[in-house]
């Protein structure tokens, strides 16, 4: 019954954790209160900054709004401590808040979090994605394009791609720390393997992967986007998938580049789309990474 209720839009009511089974939202409006404490415009809804200094979180706050980074305490301060990790398990259920758990902060007293909708023009992490580190151990990339050119590509899509994208990223210990833009990203998946993220003209998203992990990132990315569509945004998101020729000349659809077996995005595992929507579906978003 509360299923219907949550469908007809009555109450608010998620199952994929504990947390959120416990929890029965009758009242929209604090739902909406609780999170535009921390998704906010800072020009237009500021804090007390006296007092927040006083309490010690005045940095927490500025590394909220210049790199989107919150930290947990900051979040108590937010929510008086209330309903916390339902919070949070929402948050993170609707991907609009990540585990930001990479190797130098592993050792902070507070957990960190990702809330990519606050992510600035401006990179929070040095460089930019041209930049090559000690983690690009491999020059050639292979280019994969996402059209929403024949439907539309809703607001939101881009954040909660790169949220599901740090969440994998952050399961993994070898993997370092993405850089992040409002609008672009570069995420490491291990050591050696990373992506790009590009939103272009609002009705495209451009990823580059690596030459040698692209048909693992290929189909995490088919992953994702059930995952995304599944959970959040129904069924008319819609999108094409196309795919860099061999060559680099020109690009072919999924299904062409499945049907002729193209290098390197499909190896002896061809049905991958329609794996990634049965392993998407239904899941938790911890037991999801573990899957891909």
Partial sequence: MLNLFHELGTVIYFTATSALQRTVITDPQWLITKLSKVIRDERLH??????????????????????AIVSEDLLEYFWHDEHKEYLLDLMRRTMLLSDWDFEDQRNMKTRLFIIPSM??????????????????TESTEKVCVLDFGDSFLPSGVFERLVCLCVAISSS??????PFLWSSSAK???????????????????????????????LKT????????????????????????????????????????????????????????????????????????
Avoid: C
């Fill in 46 to 67: 500021g804090f007390d900054e006296n007092e927040l200094e006083r309490l010690g979180l005045l940095d927490e706050l500025r590394n909220l709004f210049s790199n």
């Fill in 119 to 136: 992510l600035k023009q401006e990179p929070y992490s040095p460089g930019n994605l041209q930049t090559s580190t000690n983690q690009d």
């Fill in 172 to 177: 993994q210990n070898d993997a370092a720390a």
């Fill in 187 to 217: 995420v490491w998946f291990s050591a050696e393997n990373y992506i790009k993220l590009k939103l272009e003209d609002n009705e495209r998203i451009v990823f580059s992967f690596v030459n040698k992990f692209a048909a693992v990132n």
């Fill in 221 to 292: 990315v088919n992953g994702v986007m059930q995952k995304l569509k599944n959970d959040v945004m129904g069924n008319h998101l819609r999108w094409k998938v196309l795919l860099e020729s061999a060559d680099g000349k020109k690009y072919l659809s999924y299904e062409d580049g499945r049907m002729s077996g193209l290098s390197p995005w499909f190896g002896t595992e061809s049905d991958v789309e329609e794996q990634q929507s049965n392993i998407a579906k239904n899941q938790n978003i911890e037991d999801f990474l573990k899957s891909i």
